[in-house]
C-alpha cells in the first residue's frame, strides 16, 4: 500500500484545511487508516483513526470537535478536514494504514504498517 498525503499549507489561526490521503491498492476498505502529526521537536502523535470494521472514527482530545476524519472507500481516500485550527496544530501531518487494528491500539503508531510521506500544516498568522 502506497499513501500519498495532500492539502497541507500555510492558514490563519481560526481557519481550515482538509487534508486528503490516496491510497494504492484494491483491499482499501479492509484498512484502518489514522492521521497523525509531528511537530518541531516533538515526538508523532496520533490525531484521528478511522477503523475498517463498523467504521466507527476516533480522536485525540486536542482536536475532538474541531477536527473530522471520513474515507470514500470508492476513491481509496481518507481525510482530514480540520477547524479552528490553531498554532499548535502546526505539524507535519501523517497518513497511515494498517489491518486488524483492534480498538485499544488505534492511537499507537506501531499498530499501523504503511505510511505517507507527510504533508506541512502551518497556522499561523
Known amino acids: 500500500v502506497q499513501l500519498v498525503e495532500s492539502g497541507g499549507g500555510l492558514v490563519q489561526p481560526g481557519g481550515s484545511l482538509r487534508l486528503s490521503c490516496a491510497a494504492s491498492g484494491r483491499t482499501f476498505s479492509r484498512y484502518t487508516m489514522g492521521w497523525f502529526r509531528q511537530a518541531p521537536g516533538k515526538e508523532r502523535e496520533f490525531v484521528a483513526g478511522?477503523?475498517?470494521?463498523?467504521?466507527?472514527?476516533h480522536y485525540a482530545d486536542s482536536v475532538k470537535g474541531r477536527f473530522t476524519i471520513s474515507r470514500d472507500n470508492a476513491k481509496n481516500t481518507v481525510y482530514l478536514q480540520m477547524n479552528s485550527l490553531k498554532p499548535e496544530d502546526t505539524a507535519v501531518y501523517y497518513c497511515?494504514?494498517?489491518?486488524?487494528?483492534?480498538?485499544?491500539?488505534?492511537?499507537?503508531?506501531?499498530?499501523?504498517?504503511?505510511w505517507g510521506q507527510g504533508t506541512q500544516v502551518t497556522v499561523s498568522s
Open positions: 497511515a494504514a494498517g489491518r486488524s487494528i483492534i480498538l485499544s491500539s488505534i492511537g499507537s503508531q506501531n499498530a499501523y504498517d504503511y
Open positions: 478511522h477503523r475498517s470494521s463498523g467504521g466507527s472514527t
